[in-house]
């Protein structure tokens, strides 16, 4: 990982800011992109710490709105020349419906959108890292996920869990699409589950679903188990030319029918851009 470029969403808690930790400390440089100022200050204070020698770096956006994704995506690309990891990680899950300026209910633009906007507003720095490698967190909760192209903002009915679920279907049919789309150009995507893990997910979810998260959480991983995955699919050589996949325990998961339908991620990914373009 020396020298490495890594850009990583939801870089300030959970698995992610392990994952950022532990990257820094085979001396990657990390480009983390942030919510809240003060929380990615003290990730980029724990991460100088580590590796006082690289230059990290902080960006700051709001995920869930498009015109941030591709303001700090530009940011980005502006202060980098090469990308050689991407890591989308940022998500979260609500428990009343919130549509957004955008006007994408919040859990689809978040989880979703963020997603594919910044791998696009990213891509040719990414590529220019080839081989490089770009990973998606996905969720095996996208079991009880289900596409319905006529209502992909929950207007008709809102469920928190079954958007949630919803979204990480759509990280994985995302991935599948966009390893497709790269497969010449030198880039790798893959998708994991890091399992249920005690992170501070939920906590702002309100309700009794923040009640019944923390209650569950009792019972999860810790964090540093729940990022293994995701460390192994940032640098192992083991998984180097492998693309399209989705892990989980660092081994291949599990996928649903609809998560295995090709058709489904091109009709998602046609579906995204027509949305994107008009943002």
């Known amino acids: 990982m020396q020298d490495k470029v890594v850009v990583i969403t939801g870089a300030t808690s959970?698995?992610?800011?392990v994952a950022a930790r532990k990257l820094a400390a085979h001396g990657a440089r990390i480009v983390l992109i942030a919510r809240?100022?003060?929380?990615g200050q003290e990730t980029l204070a724990e991460?100088?710490?580590?590796?006082?020698?690289?230059?990290?770096?902080?960006?700051?956006?709001?995920?869930?709105r498009m015109a941030e994704v591709k303001r700090v995506a530009a940011e980005i690309s502006s202060n980098e020349s090469r990308v050689d990891i991407l890591i989308n990680n940022a998500g979260a899950v609500f428990s009343r419906r919130i549509v957004t300026e955008d006007g994408l209910e919040r859990t689809f633009a978040l989880n979703h959108m963020s997603y594919f906007m910044l791998t696009a507003g990213l891509l040719d720095r990414v590529v220019a890292a080839a081989p490089s490698r770009i990973i998606n967190t996905a969720s095996n909760a996208h079991r009880n996920g289900h596409l319905d192209f006529d209502d992909l903002q929950s207007a008709k009915r809102y469920r928190p869990w079954t958007a949630y679920a919803t979204s990480k279907l759509c990280n994985i049919l995302f991935t599948r699409e966009l390893a497709r789309r790269v497969a010449a150009s030198g880039v790798s995507a893959n998708s994991f589950s890091p399992g249920f893990v005690a992170t501070r997910f939920g906590d702002e979810a309100g309700g009794f679903h923040a009640l019944g998260l923390r209650i569950a959480k009792l019972f999860a991983i810790s964090e540093e188990r729940g990022a293994e995955t995701l460390m192994y699919l940032a640098s192992s050589p083991d998984v180097e030319k492998i693309s399209g996949e989705f892990f989980y325990k660092r081994r291949p998961g599990v996928l649903t029918e609809d998560a295995r339908n090709d058709a489904l991620a091109r009709r998602l990914w046609i579906e995204s851009e027509r949305i994107a373009a008009r943002l």
């Open 47 to 64: 991460l100088n710490a580590i590796a006082p020698q690289v230059r990290h770096a902080a960006f700051y956006a709001d995920l869930s």
């Open 36 to 39: 809240d100022s003060r929380r």
């Open 14 to 17: 959970g698995i992610g800011r």
